[in-house]
T-cell receptor
Framework: NAGVTQTPKFQVLKTGQSMTLQCAQD?????MYWYRQDPGMGLRLIYY???????DKGEVPNGYNVSRLNKREFSLRLESAAPSQTSVYFC?????????????????FGPGTRLLVL | GQQVMQIPQYQHVQEGEDFTTYCNSS?????IQWYKQRPGGHPVFLIQ?????EVKKQKRLTFQFGEAKKNSSLHITATQTTDVGTYFC?????????FGTGTSLTVIP
């Protein structure tokens, strides 16, 4: 099993360009997540999908859109990239996500995408 | 603002010394998770604590969840070079999941 895979591994964009980050998991997990990681800030949740067909905003959703294509795949789109979106982006999956529930569950992370916006 | 803070931000220890990182939330958490991220890698789950006052051990690692469920700590006894990395706490509150700011541990051989 590959676990959680992400493409691309690296990307350089110019301000205003758009791109989609791809994520797939083969663990049959219900829930998937997108995080960004910036120095000194830890990981911040952008969007998550508790189950196929649903998406919810996280802590920092502005400037991003997501699509839960099917149970396996969850993509993150930057419509008009800005330098402030320079970051490392991680996708993760878990068996469940909290929505009036006790726990978001153990999260399994992909290797990350390093994005530079000039 | 940042919901979950960790201190210290950085820690350098001699191999064999102990290490502790503290995690503090501005609000009560349903549970706390701990992750480790090696340099250049991705976060890897270590453990989850759910009950108030809970203490769990994994070999040289001891995890505690505060009585008020707003703070937690990770203590490593007799650090080894394999302990190098950044340790994050994380917890959920309602429909949101927050990671701490992380503590970067360097172990000097």
């Amino acid at each position: 099993n590959a676990g959680v895979t992400q493409t691309p591994k690296f990307q350089v964009l110019k301000t205003g360009q758009s791109m989609t980050l791809q994520c797939a998991q083969d663990m049959n997990h219900n829930s998937m997540y997108w995080y960004r990681q910036d120095p000194g800030m830890g990981l911040r949740l952008i969007y998550y999908s508790a189950s196929e067909g649903t998406t919810d905003k996280g802590e920092v959703p502005n400037g991003y859109n997501v699509s839960r294509l099917n149970k396996r795949e969850f993509s993150l789109r930057l419509e008009s990239a800005a330098p402030s979106q320079t970051s490392v982006y991680f996708c993760a999956s878990s068996e469940r996500a909290g929505k009036h529930a006790v726990s978001f569950g153990t999260q399994y992370f992909g290797p990350g995408t390093r994005l530079l916006v000039l | 603002g940042q919901q979950v803070m960790q201190i210290p931000q950085y820690q350098h220890v001699q191999e064999g010394e102990d290490f502790t990182t503290y995690c503090n939330s501005s609000t009560t958490l349903s549970n706390i998770q701990w992750y480790k991220q090696r340099p250049g890698g991705h976060p890897v789950f270590l453990i989850q604590l759910v009950k108030s006052g809970e203490v769990k051990k994994q070999k040289r690692l001891t995890f505690q969840f505060g009585e008020a469920k707003k703070n937690s700590s990770l203590h490593i006894t007799a650090t080894q070079t394999t302990d190098v990395g950044t340790y994050f706490c994380a917890g959920d509150r309602g429909n949101q999941f927050y990671f701490g700011t992380g503590t970067s541990l360097t172990v000097i051989p």
